[in-house]
């Protein structure tokens, strides 16, 4: 059974630092693409970042670029963001998600909630 | 960016009745090369993450009731339910892949029990 397990949230002040980790069962991890999808309080759905299996591809939304890095280590079968700078409007239940044949989002980690507040 | 929309914001049908999602994008997601709409649809129930119900438009996942189906082509998709249950109250999001990044997601649509 594929299982994708957030942690690393927080409450964090405008300006601050904070590490996502979702660690990966249950598939091989090395052979999938891996995203972070967020979700603001009562809002949609907002895809942060990709990156392939082998971390040669990596990509972000316009709203993050510059201060978030997305990162993996195969070898734990873990997926990062590495987010700074962070601000208010990143406030969100942070998802990890992972790619199906083409950029559907297969499975979903059940989210790590960030709060950006002073 | 491909910008999704959907219709209507939120709908209310009775149990066992018929339950229709509408999904446009701003361009068409159809690949002429495979003939192959990039679109997929998620269901989202309260306090949970999302799930994947349909991708390639019509094809249900692994394990999805076949209540649930989806149809279109090009730039309007439909999202139906041909007998609404009581577990199937959520939000129901579709989203595009063909041009990627970003994959983008339509706004949302609250379906409730009448």
């Known amino acids: 059974e594929v299982q994708l397990v957030e942690s690393g949230g927080g409450l964090v002040k405008p300006g601050g630092s904070l590490r996502l980790s979702c660690a990966a069962s249950?598939?091989?991890?090395?052979?999938?693409?891996m995203n972070w999808v967020r979700q603001a309080p009562g809002k949609g759905l907002e895809w942060v970042s990709s990156?392939?299996?082998?971390?040669?591809?990596?990509y972000y939304a316009d709203s993050v670029k510059g201060r978030f890095t997305i990162s993996r280590d195969n070898a734990k079968n873990s997926l990062y963001l590495q987010m700074n700078s962070l601000r208010a409007e990143d406030t969100a239940v942070y998802y990890c998600?992972?790619?199906?044949?083409?950029?559907?989002?297969?499975?979903w980690g059940q989210g790590t909630l960030v709060t950006v507040s002073s | 960016d491909i910008v999704m929309t959907q219709s209507p914001d939120s709908l209310a049908v009775s149990l066992g009745e018929r339950a229709t999602i509408n999904c446009k994008s701003s361009q068409s997601v159809l690949y002429s090369s495979n003939n192959k709409n990039y679109l997929a649809w998620y269901q989202q129930k309260p306090g949970q993450p999302p799930k994947l119900l349909i991708y390639w438009a019509s094809t249900r996942e692994s394990g999805v009731p076949d209540r649930f189906s989806g149809s279109g082509s090009g730039t309007d998709f439909t999202l139906t339910i041909s007998s609404l249950q009581a577990e199937d109250v959520a939000v129901y999001y579709c989203q595009q892949y063909y041009s990627t990044p970003p994959v983008t997601f339509g706004p949302g649509t609250k379906v409730d029990i009448k």
């Open positions: 990156i392939s299996s082998s971390s040669s591809y990596i």
């Open positions: 249950g598939f091989t991890f090395s052979s999938y693409s």
């Open positions: 998600a992972r790619s199906g044949e083409e950029q559907w989002l297969g499975n």
